[in-house]
């Protein structure tokens, strides 16, 4: 049976528009690769650059996501305006809808997008999404939460078993897992983001 797979997207020269990487063509490098469910694409990209995944070609013709559904687009990582400097980051995107799959910047209203940093990708069912990202069914009940008397809040390093198949880079820095997790949510909804939520918090716990 043939392994999931890892993408970087656009090799060595990473997540850029071509106004920094004058060379970059992200759908010829898209071109002649087969994407399947369960495979996962790396961006190597800083802090001055971010992710939209849409379901939605109107969104992605746009290079605009304002008007976009929660359903069908997310941002999987954002500039940060805050930064007076720009560092590496590392983001994995799992892939884990069948058909048309649309990426691109949408940062500086939309002109990194139109600035060659946006492709589309077809993604076939090919073994089907592994367990580790398939949604719950809506039967399964969540786990039960014991009464702790503290804040319920999460800690950051306590989601990456949904996001196991990248390995992070050594020179660059994975996006955070609330940063992976809030683009999970989005795709996949409220009810399943509750479900999570309440499994991670069992879980810290009781270690």
Same mark, same amino acid.
């Given at each position: 049976?043939?392994?999931?797979?890892?993408? %970087?997207?656009?090799?060595?020269? *990473?997540?850029?528009?071509?106004?920094?990487?004058?060379?970059?063509?992200?759908?010829?490098?898209a071109? #002649?690769?087969?994407?399947?469910?369960?495979?996962?694409?790396?961006? #190597?990209?800083?802090?001055?650059?971010?992710?939209?995944? %849409?379901?939605?070609?109107?969104?992605?013709?746009?290079?605009?996501?304002?008007?976009?559904? &929660?359903?069908?687009?997310?941002e999987?990582?954002?500039?940060?305006?805050?930064?007076?400097? %720009?560092?590496?980051?590392?983001?994995?995107?799992?892939?884990?809808?069948?058909?048309?799959?649309?990426?691109?910047? /949408?940062?500086?209203?939309?002109?990194q997008?139109?600035? *060659?940093?946006?492709?589309k990708?077809?993604?076939?069912? *090919?073994?089907?999404?592994?367990? %580790?990202?398939?949604?719950?069914?809506?039967?399964?009940?969540?786990?039960?939460?014991?009464?702790?008397?503290?804040?319920?809040?999460?800690?950051?390093?306590?989601?990456?078993?949904?996001?196991?198949?990248?390995? &992070?880079?050594?020179?660059?820095?994975?996006?955070?897992?609330?940063?992976?997790?809030s683009?999970?949510?989005?795709?996949?909804?409220? &009810?399943?983001?509750?479900?999570?939520?309440? /499994?991670?918090?069992?879980?810290?716990?009781?270690?």
């Open positions: 049976m043939e392994a999931y797979k890892n993408y %970087t997207v656009g090799d060595s020269l *990473g997540w850029f528009d071509s106004l920094q990487k004058p060379t970059v063509n992200y759908q010829n490098w071109a #002649n690769k087969n994407f399947s469910l369960g495979d996962f694409l790396i961006f #190597n990209t800083d802090n001055n650059h971010s992710i939209v995944q %849409t379901y939605n070609f109107t969104t992605y013709k746009q290079c605009d996501y304002d008007d976009a559904q &929660e359903n069908d687009t997310s999987w990582s954002a500039t940060d305006p805050s930064s007076v400097a %720009t560092h590496p980051v590392t983001v994995a995107v799992p892939l884990v809808k069948e058909g048309m799959n649309y990426f691109f910047s /949408g940062d500086y209203d939309g002109e997008c139109r600035y *060659g940093q946006h492709f990708i077809n993604v076939t069912h *090919g073994q089907g999404l592994p367990p %580790t990202l398939k949604a719950p069914s809506k039967d399964s009940p969540a786990p039960a939460s014991p009464d702790s008397g503290d804040d319920g809040s999460v800690p950051d390093t306590a989601v990456p078993s949904n996001f196991n198949n990248p390995q &992070e880079s050594s020179d660059g820095k994975v996006e955070s897992a609330s940063d992976c997790l683009g999970f949510l989005k795709l996949f909804g409220t &009810e399943i983001g509750v479900f999570l939520l309440v /499994g991670i918090n069992f879980f810290s716990l009781i270690i």
